[in-house]
Every structure is written in C-alpha cells, then in structure tokens.
T-cell receptor, first 115, second 109 residues
Framework: DVKVTQSSRYLVKRTGEKVFLECVQD?????MFWYRQDPGLGLRLIYFSYDVKMKEKGDIPEGYSVSREKKERFSLILESASTNQTSMYLC??????????????FGEGSWLTVV | SQQGEEDPQALSIQEGENATMNCSYKTSINNLQWYRQNSGRGLVHLIL?????REKHSGRLRVTLDTSKKSSSLLITASRAADTASYFC?????????FGAGTRLAVHP
C-alpha cells in the first residue's frame, strides 16, 4: 500500500516562528502536493511539485514556500507563522502520467495551531 | 474559487438507506474523483470517472458524470454506520485537482 507520512500530527507554534512540515512518500511518486483544509472551504492547493527541485504555486501560496531535494520528500515551510495559518495541512502524492489523471494518496494531516 | 462544489453540505440518513451526493464544477475536466475523509484524518480515494465515461460502479458506490451539465453524483447504496464521513469531489483539470467543500454524511444505526 502507498504510504504518505507526515512527520508531525499536532503542532503549536508562536507567531513569527519558522515552521517546517515534512512529508515522505514511499511509492516513488513523481508528483507531490501540499493542501490546507479549513471548515467550509474544502481543500486548497498551496504548492505542488512534479519532480525533484521543481515546484509550482497552487491557489494560495502566499506565506508559504516548499522544498523538494529528494523525490520522496516534500517540505512545506512557513517562513513567519501567523495566526491565519492555523489549519490542517495535508500532504499528498501521485504518479504520472498526467498531473491529475491518477489517484492522489494523502497523509493523515498535520494540525497546526499558531498562537 | 472552488472548482468542485458538493450538494448537500450535510446529509443525515438511517442505516440501509441510500445516500446521494452531488457535485458541480465550472470548467473542462479530464476526470472527476470522489474521496472520503473520516473525522480528523486524511482523504482516501474512492473512485475516479474519466470525462468520456458516464457511469462507474465500485461495490456499493455508483458515480455518474454529466459533462454537459458539469455535474457528478455519488450514490452509496445500503448505507452503514461506518459510511459516516465527509465526502469530497475533486475536479481534475490538466495540472491541478481542485476539491469542493465536501458533504458531511451521518448514517444512524
């Protein structure tokens, strides 16, 4: 079975802190994604990556950056956390061909609270 | 803006009844997918229907797609308490999969 592992399930950070959310997948998937999920808003795409060192902005990239140095690992970085970034963050991966034609596999989510 | 939008937002039924959830989207798609999310957990893929397909079945799930109306429906037959979850449609364009806000399904024993 595909496994997408998010390193932290629950985090509490202070405003202004730099936050790293780590994600690892074990299926050699080319594509990896970071979403945030908020009540009533569904899932919104922050960034995605279709190859090592490649990244593209999603719908809400402001305040976030990403890093993909290795194929299996995709990190989401909050340079200076703010309270409006309190949310559930979901990492996901999928294989080619096509960027959306295949099933997306999700991690269990990371609940981030910024105080 | 959200590509996929589910209707209703919440649905409450008794075990054994059928549950129907609808999804509308705004632009052209390659495929439409349905996912399930148990409370506080990640999403799990249920079924994918391609833009050239009209209906697809998987166990107790039946999905239809009407590209002329830009809509899809998910039918869960003979529902069980374990089907209680949120269900999301995701519209697959060329380079992104865009999710709706979801339907919260509650199945009562």
């Amino acid at each position: 079975d595909v496994k997408v592992t998010q390193s932290s399930r629950y985090l509490v950070k202070r405003t202004g802190e730099k936050v790293f959310l780590e994600c690892v997948q074990d299926m050699d998937h080319e594509n990896m994604f970071w979403y945030r999920q908020d009540p009533g808003l569904g899932l919104r795409l922050i960034y995605f990556s279709y190859d090592v060192k490649m990244k593209e902005k999603g719908d809400i990239p402001e305040g976030y950056s990403v890093s993909r140095e290795k194929k299996e690992r995709f990190s989401l970085i909050l340079e200076s956390a703010s309270t409006n970034q309190t949310s559930m963050y979901l990492c996901a991966s999928s294989s080619r061909p096509g960027r959306t034609g295949n099933t997306i596999y999700f991690g269990e989510g990371s609940w981030l609270t910024v105080v | 803006s959200q590509q996929g939008e589910e209707d209703p937002q919440a649905l409450s039924i008794q075990e054994g009844e059928n549950a129907t959830m609808n999804c509308s989207y705004k632009t052209s798609i390659n495929n439409l997918q349905w996912y399930r999310q148990n409370s506080g957990r990640g999403l799990v893929h249920l079924i994918l229907i391609r833009s050239n397909e009209r209906e697809k079945h998987s166990g107790r799930l039946r999905v239809t797609l009407d590209t002329s109306k830009k809509s899809s429906s998910l039918l869960i037959t003979a529902s069980r308490a374990a089907d209680t979850a949120s269900y999301f449609c995701a519209a697959g364009g060329y380079n992104k999969l865009i999710f709706g806000a979801g339907t919260r399904l509650a199945v009562h024993p």
